[in-house]
């Protein structure tokens, strides 16, 4: 791809601007450095989860599995080897980045495992068999966690002060998980192996029948889904002092769900606009109407399921700006 | 042609970076104006309550008992560090019983609001997300209602406790057991699988381990159970004739009714929570006679500036009587044992403060380490090294003939323990 | 105590708790087999159910028999309103249900259930709320030999039973019980027969998720009391119930609830001899997901199932 | 047309639960031709197309390409080696614009991962001239009529560069004047292109006009192959399905 070309669509630009921005935003210390972390942890879900959701068109409504499984063997790893745990304020943090790379390979791994079978059901069976994985991952920790060690009361892991990283060094590792999660989805987007997925979500006998390798393909965006779910979660999980079953819960899928509804499926745009609508709304909500932010919010998302199924994004595709289809340039 | 737009677009992508740069360093310029300016006199204290969610009600009262203890702090002439006094003001945020932005919220408070001292938010799940933010700014956090004490074992070196910790509730009701001299005492130990019911469990089985008695069965059940027919059948069968255990009031409530109407007969019985609570008596009747539980605090304790001079400590902040007038003027509403530990929170912080004589984190640490004051919550001093509270006793309540009383210890004690509980043994 | 008695009680209370669960599924099977719509909003629908009779029991005390009543009319009110404020729109007028018409209505009903829970959540407070150990006779367990019944379980299952009976019946005799039943096994024909599939899609949502209500009555008279996150035990069950029973079968809901039951409770004896007894019960719930991965790979139409 | 066999499907059985939908079909497809596949409603015609493009696996049998055999390959791997299927029911990606739809094909086709998308581009914008929807080329999928979503089909399996394109019902639905635009269609592509044609027809006339060679299915059974006229003219294929000699031979002519 030229540079010129580059400059002429939005995403790519949107994309680093948004890098900048909460690069400057932290150099300049003008948000605190874990809202900051918090902001990264919840765009990334939702595009991590974009990668099977929105390209590939399978809702996974169990995914919150992933950032269970890796924030718990995340949280293991450096609770039992203090190597990791030293080695994580060391240089300015990339070595948690690694930590959390491994962790993430298990999610991938599971999810690669369970994907075989489980990727062969359609629409609302694949979504009910996610969730029927959550479950079963969050009572199987639940039952052996407390038996591994008997301080793990509750299938809480409070992390060894030692192992705790500082701030700083917990943002450099999120952000760059982020932006690989980000430069990854466009990346995606606009790969070969994206308009696979793509043709998947729209039909998937008609993919496998023009040569799109199928159930590689849901496979590998699976994997690759659970991968970033399972990074976010370890360095999460490490953010937050420990685990807990928390990590597991359906709310975090809501948060993931609506944020791609809200900004529409099918595109890079989508899930960054959704989320910072999402954010921007959940704190409005929060502040003015504390008690129903959620319920506004669930009702924001019924609205947009029934009159503008594409999202925020879908919506502007459609228009034209100066002459120009939005939907060439919008990715 | 493609090379000008090169050109034309790169320019105002710097542009617009130079523009944001400017804006940020604008920003960031005012900002550190007002950093550098002096909050002369009052000293913030930031803490997180969980205003919305699972933990709505413990919040609400937490809040509180923290807003009773500024303003009596407030009232009595504030606090003198350094010669100089100070006012108290608290700042806080919702979290929302969830740890997810627990740590945001903090660093907020520490950053932006600049707070001298930190609050823990209530439940442990919670404070596990907090402890680390206070640890990386290098900020006091007293912890009020997180009674779990694995965070105190990690080797924090921030975190302190007002509370006695999970593992020694129900260490007084196993020391009144060993008191009673009975040979056939077994234990089933029948308890919610949290963190705090879990750790609590893990206390007393060492307790009972100390004591020489004797634990026949033992259970942690699912959190949300509500029936416990097949566990009570499993215990009487294991031949137990004391029941302690319990997590929150449901189950405590619904353990206590079945163990009653299936029959089982008991020398005494300890439920964590549940009892402390008026709503017991109304729901079971003559079952809740004769059971004890184990409390942070209650109504008639009689910790006084008198109490004090006896034990030779400090006595610090509102009594009793005046603790629970304050709150219900204030609010309306009666507080409870959530809304004292909270109070007794503050005081124990800003006490720190005024012994260490500065705002220096490490100086108040250090303070904190040294403090040894009775207050209408109870004794409060912790360990120089963990943090762990080691002074505050829990006190026993058992419900003799539909009414609260408190049993244990003796210098608090409003009547002697039935033992064995009549009601439920000679049936 | 030995093993054998364990495996007696668990087997007893597994099979008591396994009809409740069978009852619970039954609303779901029908929505999910006639229209093609995943009720994601259906531990919100069991809980209305549960809080209408707890509500009335508690400060109007009304007797929960009754109030069993109005439960299912709130759970029909309900299903009325889900049906012209969230379905019709997108699935009112289309004779084949197609994946993306399928995934917006899993979107559709699972923002209804963020709604609902918050709701919920905002009116108890998350704590717990119910009719307690409601006492149907002075005497409240009755004595098996090897183990004491609970009357509120035993009372549970009895009405769970008469409860599916009836609607089986309805499903089965009834002009409309047929009408629904045709458009199941082919809406293009039904209405080429002259059948309304509009009428038939409302009646059906009214229908199931009146009947979801009414077991969460069943429920909360099993359980005593209610938080909102049950849903999130008992959804995910129905879920892998209806799987098993096979998509629209009454019948195969209420006994797949009642194997998923029994399962639940042998097992949780097999892994507390196996693992620890506190591991137990969550194993044994994930019994229950690895025989939903299970069916639905290997039997996908279900044990009562139609193969299509 | 040459001789050479492309497709041999040998002894090709599948069966559904008791029913036997193809039994023991044995036929070639030589290269270059246009083949016609006729037969009543459950004959076995689309279950033949689902065994070679690999939908289905045969449960006896043996299906070779160009001499290898392609036996229970997946579907994408068929399509890869050049065979490629247009659907009975059009499969449109409606979200997708024209000329995506037709990019899909060249990306995933003969030259998957050997082809660039400008390449990829190029051949798409190439094969929506052909069938005369490029003026299209920017709308969705969605707004196409029945007509040209057919046509789209076909654009998108011209983009695969296959050597046999298999249409099944590609005529199904068109008025007459869509049915004659289409043959034209596919006379050009047979003989310009040199693509191997293989047709399921309904619109009998239409298959007799263009075919080369028609093979005749009935309850799963290979019951007759031949020209267009002698396929017409033999009695068993007019007593199983064409019914009337007269109206057989009406539909030769036309």
Known sequence: MDIDEFFKRPTPLFILILLIVILIAKLLRLETTDYLITIMFFIG????????????????????????????????????????ANLMNMYSGIPIFFIALLAGGVSALVAFLVGIPVLK??????AIATIGLDFAALYIIKAFIPILNPEFFGAQIILPAYALAYKDNVFVAMYITFALIIIANYLIRRSRFGMGLLAISEDEDAAEALGVPTTKYKLISFALSAFFTGMLGAVFGLNSGGVDENLFNLAHTIDMIVMIVIGGIGTVMGPLVGSIIYFILYDTLLVTYPEFNLVILGFIVAVIVLFAPRGVVGILRGKQFMGKKLRDIIE | MRSRLAIATSTLVVLIIIILAIIGGAVWYFMSLQGGAQYGGVIKIGVTVSLKGKF??????????????????????GVNVGGKKYNVTLVYYDDESSPDR??????????????????????????KAAAPVAEQFKKVIVSHG??????????????????????????????????????????????????FSSTVAKGAKAAIQEAGLNLVYEFAYEKGTQDFASVIEEAKAAGANVLLGGGHFQDGVALTQQAWQLGWKLKAIGILVAPTLPDFYQKLGDAANGVMAPAQWEYGVKYSPDVAKNLGVEWYGPTNDEYIEMFRDMFGGEPDYHAAEATAAVLFAVKAIEKAGSLDSDAIRAAAGQLDILTFFGRLKIDPQTGLQIAHEMVVIQWQNGEKKIIYPEAAAQAS??????????? | MTILTDLLINLTSGFLWGTVLGAVSVGLTLIWGVMKVVNLAHGESILLGAYVVSALY?????????????ALVSGLLLGFAIYWLGLHKIIGHVDVVTLRIEMSTLLEMFAISIILYNIYSFLTRSEPFGIGIWHLTPISYINLGYMSIQVNHLTAAALSLVATFIIYQFISKTPTGKAIRAVMQDSQAAALVGINPVRIKMLTTVISIGFTAFSGFLVVLYESAVVPSISYKYAPLAFTIVVLGGLGSIIGSYIAGIIIGVTYGVSKVIFSVLVSKNASDPLALTMAFIILVLT????????????? | MDEKEIIKIHNVTKRFGGLVALDKVTFNIYKGEILGIIGPNGAGKTTLFNCITGVYRPDDGKIFFNGLDITGKPPHRITQLGIVKTHQIVKPFNEFTVLENAMIGALFGRRAGKISKDEAREIALKNLELVGLIEKKDELASGLTLHEKKFLELARALSAEPEVILLDEALAGLNPKEVEESLDIVRMINKELGKTIVMVEHVMHAVMNVANRIVVLHFGKLLAEGSPKEVAEMPEVITAYLGDKDLALKFVKR
């Open chain 1, 45 to 84: 879900i939702a595009m991590a989860l974009n990668i099977i959701m929105g390209f590939a068109g399978y809702v996974s409504f169990g995914h919150t599995v992933f950032l269970g499984i890796s924030g718990y063997v995340f949280a293991l790893l450096v609770y039992y080897n203090r190597d990791f």
């Open chain 1, 121 to 126: 059901l359609k629409g609302a069976f694949f």
């Open chain 2, 56 to 77: 709505q009600h413990e919040g609400d009262l937490a809040l509180k008992g923290m807003q009773v203890a500024v303003k009596w702090i407030n009232d009595h002439g």
């Open chain 2, 102 to 127: 627990v740590p945001e919220l903090y660093s907020k408070l520490i950053e932006e609001d600049k707070v001298d001292i930190l609050l823990a938010p209530y439940s442990s799940t919670l404070t």
């Open chain 2, 146 to 195: 997180g009674a779990s004490d694995s965070i105190f074992q990690q080797g924090y070196k921030y975190a302190v406790q007002a509370l006695t910790p999970a593992t020694k509730y129900l260490k007084s009701i196993v020391t009144l057991l060993k008191e009673q001299n009975d040979p056939d005492i077994k234990i089933a130990l029948i308890y919610e699988n949290t963190a």
């Open chain 2, 417 to 427: 323990p039935i033992y064995p509980a009549t009601n439920w043994w000679q049936r």
């Open chain 3, 58 to 70: 508690l400060f109007l005390n009304v007797d929960p028999l009754l109030a069993m009543f109005v």
């Open chain 3, 296 to 308: 639905l790979l290997l039997k996908p139409e279900g044990l009562f199932g139609v193969k299509r």
